[in-house]
Structure formats: structure tokens, C-alpha cells
């Protein structure tokens, strides 16, 4: 059985303030969901003031980007073991976003999965169709050529620790959430595309669902076979939300 994972992708938002109020307002449903495993994803600013406040909790933390270079002259980056010196679990890694306004290519995102791991950080990929990709009936394509640029370099063995994010970009911010068919089926496809592969990571790996999570949607998206959790923007910033959401996965 995959353990399901609850990760809160907070963006480019809080202050010091927020901070240690989220945290403090999401812990007890954190620590009494006992089988979830429930992680967020501060700015990178943030990153040792989350691993303070998490230091007596069950909350585990990640960024939300790293750069493949570890140090040197590479101004405004963060590298993989800087993010590691405070304890960090995770690296968020292909964000939609950060494919979108930063021109993060296929390559960039393998050599930043690659990155990641190198340095002990679990990296979750961020895969998923535009609405134009949806529209064309090419989703299952768009998602296997995403994993298969990661696989080509970092190799399916790689995928033994990582965790998969499927988060259809349509439904990213606008309340669009998939329904739980839609998702279930692009989850399923992942799933056995990978077993093609290796029949071990596909049954280990998590795949979370990202796009619009709400606390009103998780419990049943988070019941389909396939889905083992969410990656959650907007509502992962609101504690009733994103206490619905922990509890949605129990
Ligand atoms: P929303 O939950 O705000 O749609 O964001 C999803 C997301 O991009 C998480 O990484």
C-alpha cells in the first residue's frame, strides 16, 4: 500500500507572519493523521524558518525549485544542498509554472531530478497537459514524453524514490478541478506505462494529483485507486482548506 502524501505548493506567497500561522494552524491535523504523510513547499526564503517551526511536528518540507549547480556564480539560484542543510525532504521539480515563465525545457527538468537525488532530496515531478493538449486528445502522449526525458537520463530505477505530481496545467489556479474520472485515468496510464518499465517503481511510486484541490474534492478524488495524494496551491494557503484536504487523504 502507497502511503497517501498531502504537499502544499505555497508559491510566491507569505510572510514571516502567515508563515508561522499556517504552520501552527495545520499541525494537529497533521500529527492526528497518522497515516498521511503531509509536507509543504515554502519560497526558498522561508525554507529554515518551515524547518524551525516543523522541527516537534509530523509536517515534513521541500522547495519548490533548485538549481542543477550547487555553488559558484549563479546569481538568485538556490542549490539542492543548500535546501538540504535545513533538513529538507523534497524538491518540487517541471512546476508548470516554471516551464511556462521560466522556459524550463524537458532537459532542464531531467538534469534538475538528477540534481535533486544526487544531493538526498526526493524529487517531485511535475508533469501535465495544457487545455489545447486536452482539446487534441494528447494528454497520454504529452505526459509519457514528459516522464520518458527523465527516465532517458536519471533512468527508471530513479523513479524508486521519487514521486510523480500529474497536475493538468488547465486546472492550475482557475477551479477547474479535474473530475475524479479524468484524473483517475491519466493516473491509471502513468501507472501502467511505467510497469512497462519496471513493475516495482509502478507500484511504489505516489502519484499526487494537482489542479484546483479543494477540501470539498479531495476526499474523493484521494479515494481513486490510483491517486495517492495531492500537490495543492491556493488552498494549501488557507488552514481550514488544507486541514479538509489532510483529512480527505486519511
Ligand atoms: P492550485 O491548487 O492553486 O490550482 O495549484 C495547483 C498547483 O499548481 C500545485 O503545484
Not at 157 to 168: G, L
Not at 228 to 237: K, P, S
Request: aromatic share 6%.
Amino acid at each position: 500500500m502507497r502511503t497517501p502524501l498531502v504537499m502544499g505548493n505555497w508559491k510566491l506567497n507569505g510572510t514571516k507572519e502567515s508563515v508561522t500561522t499556517l504552520i501552527k494552524g495545520i499541525e494537529a491535523a497533521a500529527d492526528a493523521a497518522t497515516n498521511v504523510e503531509v509536507a509543504v513547499c515554502p519560497p526558498a526564503i522561508f525554507i529554515e524558518q518551515v524547518a524551525n517551526l516543523v522541527a516537534n511536528n509530523s509536517i515534513e518540507f521541500g522547495a519548490q525549485d533548485v538549481s542543477t549547480n550547487i555553488e559558484g556564480a549563479y546569481t538568485g539560484e538556490t542549490s539542492p544542498v543548500m535546501v538540504k542543510e535545513f533538513a529538507a525532504k523534497y524538491s518540487l521539480v517541471g512546476h508548470s509554472e516554471r516551464r511556462q515563465y521560466h522556459n524550463e525545457t524537458d532537459a532542464v527538468v531531467a538534469a534538475k531530478f538528477v540534481a535533486i537525488q544526487k544531493h538526498g532530496l526526493i524529487p517531485v515531478l511535475c508533469i501535465g497537459e495544457t487545455l489545447e493538449e486536452r482539446e487534441t486528445n494528447v494528454t497520454k502522449t504529452v505526459v509519457e514524453t514528459q516522464l520518458k526525458a527523465v527516465i532517458d537520463v536519471a533512468g527508471i530505477d530513479a523513479f524508486e524514490n521519487c514521486v510523480i505530481a500529474y497536475e493538468p496545467v488547465w486546472a492550475i489556479g482557475t477551479g477547474k478541478v479535474a473530475t475524479s474520472e479524468q484524473a483517475q485515468e491519466v493516473h491509471a496510464h502513468i501507472r501502467s506505462w511505467l510497469a512497462e518499465q519496471s513493475k516495482v517503481v509502478a507500484d511504489k511510486v505516489q502519484i499526487l494529483y494537482g489542479g484546483s484541490v479543494k477540501a470539498a474534492s479531495a476526499k474523493e478524488l484521494f479515494s481513486q485507486a490510483d491517486i495517492d495524494g495531492g500537490l495543492v496551491g491556493g488552498a494549501a494557503l488557507v488552514i481550514e482548506e488544507f486541514v479538509g484536504i489532510i483529512n480527505g487523504a486519511k
